[in-house]
Structure formats: C-alpha cells, structure tokens
C-alpha cells in the first residue's frame, strides 16, 4: 500500500517559524518607525508605554482583589439571606413567589426551588385569606410598609401563626416581604387571654355575689339589666313580686315575666335611660303573679363602664299601693269638700237672696198689682186711640215680665227638702216638651228624643223637674235663635252596674252658639247670663243646679260636635221610702 507523505508540521518547527515570522515583521517596523521618528522620541514613547503597562497592572491587581472582596461578600450576604431567621420572600402584584430563602421555605414546608411561580396565598389558611388579600391591596396601593397576622397552612394541623410584613419596590411590579414565626407569642396569649379570662370570670362571680347580697338586703324590689333590658340580677323582693325564683330570671327580659302592656312600658323606659343617659322616676302599675295589679314608684338609673360607655340600667321600685289609696281618698275627700264648699256658697247666696225676695216681693208686687188693675180698666174703655191701645199693651207685657222676674228670684231662693213622690221621669219629659211644643213649631225646631226602656221611676219632685227641663229647653232655644237649621236632642239612659250605683242621666243638646270655654265654670252661678242685656236674669239654669242638688244629683255643660251645647243631668236612682 502506497503511503502518502505527511504534510503536517510538528509543534516545535511551528513555533520556530512564528518567531522567525514575527521577527522579520518587528524589524521591518522598526525600520519603518526609525525612518519615521527620531531615537530620542522612540525612548520617551517607550518609556510611557511601560508606565501605562505598570498602571494596567496594578489597575488589574486591584480589580481581582475587589472582585475576590465581592464574591466573598455574596457568598456571605447569600448565607444571611438563606439562613437568617426570618423568611423573606419577594411577591408580584399578583401575589406570586419570585424569590424565597430558606427560612421562607421552612417555614412554609416546601423546597424554594418548587416555590418560584406558586401563589403566596395558597400556603394561607382559608379563613384569613379576606385578611391577606386586602393587605396585599394595600402594600401596593399605599407603597409603604403594611403588616398583618396570619395563620398558614400545616401538614400536621399545628396552627403556625407569622406576622408579615411588606414593602413595594420603588417600580410599584414587586414588594419585598417579611414573615416572622409568631407561633410561641400567640400561644402565649392566648394562654394570657385563658388565664385572665378564668380571673376576669372568677372576679365577675365575686362581683355579682356581692351585688346579690346586696341586692338581697335592700328591701324594696330592685334589679340589674343589660343594654337589651336582659336581666343579669334581681333580689329576692323582686322574686316574691313576680312570682319567680331570682336565679331564674338571669337572662329573662320583662316580657318573660310581666303582661305584655306593663312589659312593653318597663321596656320603653329602660330604652329612654339608655339613650339620654338619665335618671328617670316614674309612678307605674305592677301586676304579682295572681294578675292584680298594685302601684309602685321606680327609679331607673344608667350603668356606665370605666370608660362612661353605658353597660346597662339599674331600677329599685317601692310599694305605694296604700299612698295611692290615701291620695285618691283625700282626693275625693278634696273634691267631695270643694262640692260642699261650692253648694254652701250657693246656699248662702240663695238665702241673701231669700231674704231680699222675702222683703221685695211684697214690696214690688203689691204696687204692681195696683197699677196692672188700673191698666186692665183704661184697656177696657171704648174710647181708646189706637196708638194708645197698643202702649197699654206695652206696659202690661212688661208688668208681666217684672212679676215673672220677681217670682222667679223668690223660686231661685227657696230652700227646704222637696216634695219627693215616686214619679216616671220619661213622663215628665214628654209633658214638659207637650207644654213647650208651641215655642218649638215657632221656633221651627226639629227635636229628637231617644228614652230608653229600663228608665226606672225616681223619687223626686216630679214639680221641679218639669221646672227644670223646661228651662233647659228656653235656654236651648235663646242659643238657637239665629240658626236657619235648629236641633234640639232630648236622651234619657240609665247608667251605672249595681243597683246602688245606677244613675239616670238627662242630656238636651242643641246646635246653637255654644259656650265660651271661660264661661262654662260659672255658667250655673247666680245672675250670670250670656244672653245680651235685657234678654236674661241669671236665674233660670241657676234654678236648675239648685233642683239638681236638692236631689243629690250632679249637672254640667259641654260645648258638642255640633256647635252648640249639651246639658248632662245625672239623679241617682232610689228606692221609694
């Protein structure tokens, strides 16, 4: 086989024809710089081109050392990183992990490297994910430095509680982030919180035996309610009151205990010192547990906190049932007093008045008489004008008129006991509205008159209380004059439950001008009269209040819907003798 000559050349022939290549080229530039620079320049250039290469060196040696310093602080700054004892992790605004140490991820439970990429929120436990989300918002919405408490999710179901704590970087892409293992602290208080807790109970039992004992020992009913008007203690008078044991009523509210409309007041109440944060005092019924009811006076007071928040109300309420009695007793006692006092008065005005009819009487009616006769004659002549016909006529009207004045005055002034027979009162009605029918087809009244059936009979002056309806019914018609449409309602019912409490009760309403609410106190005194001058005497319902005392009766006025007046009447009922 034909070999075929080797045309490579070895190591060492190489080398030397490089050299001698490179030699050839340095001569022939140097004998070109020669032709070009002077000896003396060429060996200052020279010279300068060895200091620039001493300056590049040392430059270099300085380099290498700096850079030797850097990778050692890396090497050193990567050890603190990894191994320092707080986890630090670097977050997008998506909340996903872009760089983890260590720490960071023994403390989440997984290798960093499987970290990069994985949402921060996946290693959270549920519940506190609302809290972390909004804290991430927050770190970069605010771009300053946010902290929070969570617990994270563990393989062993050891709650592992880390604060952290976060930054976002000046581009606003990325935060830097801080956990902290907090686990032994929260331990630590909340085995604080468990203590102080059984402290604060055992405190709270302390104080509310003192506050029962207290309770306990105040006789009256007394109580403590929540906010809620939930009770938290009551005493044992408060107990016998409801009919409860007091252990039993912890929690219960008034509705529990109370009927609901004294419920629905005690609750009213409670609200009303919450919220004006006042003492209130206040008179109100209570009923016990047989359902009667009795009176008591309550005191309600706010309980503030150490800091003036209001907690709750306390109350202590006292029996009052027999001062109310007493009160409504010298209350009637007043107001029968104030009867007596008001019918001596009248009394007292009927005998002045008495007296002076007793004297004016014959006085002014014997000259009366004397002149009416002697009018009577001159009427009678034949030979009379006309126009004096009619002024004699004139002047016996007004003869008649004083008579009836003066015998109306010696009426209004007569006392004594009446004439009492038994008598049928709805009968005395229609007699006194046959004799008046002719004043009311004048007048054109339409008069209604409702009478009940079960009317009993009265013993009374069957006389007087004909009088006195019949001047009810003129003083009904003068307060009607001027209307186009006149209504007169005359009732009779019989009121009251036992026998010894039933009453008959008179009422005649009319649609007249009604009564001034400053007259109706003094509209039955003597003389007064709200008729214009010359129309009225003051006698006639003057008269009337006199027939109903005199029976033991009671009459008064309002002013009704129609505009006009009502006139109530009551006689008690009793059995003839």
Not at 152 to 164: M, T
Not at 288 to 311: A, C, N, S
Not at 370 to 397: D, K, W
Request: charged fraction near 30%; hydrophobic fraction near 40%.
């Amino acid at each position: 086989m034909k070999r075929t000559p080797d045309t490579r050349l070895g190591a060492a022939d190489l080398r030397r024809r490089a050299e001698k290549r490179l030699e050839e080229k340095r001569k022939s530039q140097r004998a070109k710089v020669e032709d070009r620079m002077p000896a003396v320049e060429m060996e200052r250039l020279f010279n300068e081109l060895k200091v620039h290469q001493i300056e590049l060196e040392i430059q270099n040696e300085e380099l290498t050392r700096a850079r030797a310093e850097l990778e050692a602080g890396l090497e050193q700054y990567a050890d603190l990183y990894d191994f320092a004892p707080v986890g630090y992790f670097t977050l997008d605004r998506a909340g996903m992990i872009r760089r983890v140490n260590l720490t960071g991820a023994r403390l989440l439970g997984v290798e960093s490297a499987r970290l990069v990429g994985r949402p921060f929120s996946f290693f959270i436990s549920t519940v506190d994910h609302p809290v972390f989300n909004v804290f991430l918002e927050k770190v970069f919405a605010d771009k300053g430095k946010e902290t929070c408490d969570v617990s994270l999710r563990n393989k062993d179901n050891e709650p592992l509680w880390v604060r952290i704590d976060a930054t976002a970087n000046e581009d606003g892409q990325e935060c830097r982030v801080t956990l902290v293992d907090i686990t032994a602290r929260k331990r630590a208080e909340e085995e604080i919180l468990r203590r102080n807790k059984i402290d604060a109970n055992q405190r709270l039992q302390n104080v509310e035996h003192r506050q029962q004992a207290l309770l306990d020992n105040i006789p009256d009913i007394a109580w403590l309610k929540d906010k809620e008007s939930h009770f938290i203690a009551v005493n044992e008078a408060f107990g016998r009151a409801c009919g409860f044991a007091p252990e039993t009523l912890v929690g219960k509210t008034d509705l529990d205990i109370w009927p609901e409309d004294l419920a629905e007041r005690y609750r009213a109440d409670d609200r009303e010192v919450v919220e004006t944060g006042r003492q209130k005092r206040v008179e109100e019924p209570l009923a016990d547990k047989e359902g009667q009811i009795f009176w008591i006076e309550t005191i309600k007071r706010p309980i503030f906190d150490d800091y003036g928040l209001i907690v709750g109300t306390t109350g202590i309420a006292r029996d009052i049932t027999d001062r109310k009695k007493k009160e409504a007793e010298l209350l009637n006692a007043l107001t029968k007093l104030q009867e007596t006092k008001d019918m001596l008065v009248q009394l007292e005005k009927q005998a002045a008045m008495g007296r002076l009819a007793a004297g004016l009487a014959h006085e002014i009616l014997n000259p009366v008489t004397i002149i009416s006769s002697r009018l009577q004659i001159l009427e009678s002549s034949e030979h009379l004008a006309g126009q004096l016909r009619e002024t004699l006529r004139v002047c016996r009207n007004q003869i008649g008129r004083i008579v009836k004045i003066t015998k109306d005055l010696h009426l209004s002034s007569q006392t004594g006991q009446p004439a009492r027979t038994s008598i049928d009162l709805a009968m005395i009605i229609r007699r006194a509205l046959f004799v008046m029918d002719s004043n009311l087809k004048a007048g054109k009244v339409r008069c209604e008159v409702l009478i009940s059936r079960d009317i009993p009979f009265l013993h009374a002056d069957g006389d007087k209380m004909e009088r006195m309806i019949i001047n009810m019914i003129f003083n009904a018609l003068d307060s009607m004059a001027d209307n186009k449409e006149k209504i007169l309602i005359v009732s009779l019912r019989l009121i009251g439950g036992e026998q010894k409490c039933k009453k008959v009760c008179l009422s005649i309403a009319d649609n007249g001008t009604g009564i001034k609410k400053e007259d109706l106190p003094k509209i039955f005194d003597l003389f007064f009269t709200t008729k214009a001058p010359g129309k009225g005497t003051g006698l006639g319902l003057s008269v009337c209040h006199g027939i109903v005392q005199e029976h033991g009766g009671r009459i008064w006025v309002e002013n009704n819907e129609m505009g006009g007046a009502s006139f109530f009447v009551e006689i008690p009922v009793e059995e003839s003798p």
